[in-house]
């Protein structure tokens, strides 16, 4: 798993990641990019939920109860030319409602 922690690690993280890879983001919210890295399998939900954890802590959203967190593979997300640094658009995505927690944190 991979996250990145600024805007140009975001776009490090996310132009460099395997199109098969998951892309996490929380929706609307600013945060971190997360990349789930797949290997060409398909994920396993804990998984999915462990990455969205983390997406969830490392965004505005830290103090959430619960949050929204949409995810992707890396192929349907695209950054629109002259964006600033950290931007993107997505499609194809689906969301998990999910509890912020560090990676030290989750069981």
């Known amino acids: 798993m991979l996250v990145g922690r600024n805007n140009q690690q975001n776009d ?20 971190s990019h997360v990349i789930l890295c797949t290997d060409g399998r398909e994920p396993d939900e804990n998984s999915i939920l462990t990455a969205a954890s983390i997406a969830a802590y490392y965004s505005q959203a830290r103090e959430n109860a619960r949050t ?40």
């Not at 490090?12 to 945060?31: P, V």
């Open 68 to 107: 929204p967190v949409d995810y992707t593979p890396v192929r349907y997300v695209k950054k629109p030319a002259g964006a600033r640094p950290g931007m993107v658009i997505y499609t194809k995505y689906q969301t998990v409602f999910v509890e912020p927690k560090t990676p030290e944190n989750i069981k």
């Open 12 to 31: 490090f993280i996310t132009k460099n990641a395997d199109r098969r890879d998951i892309w996490l983001h929380t929706q609307k919210i600013h945060g």
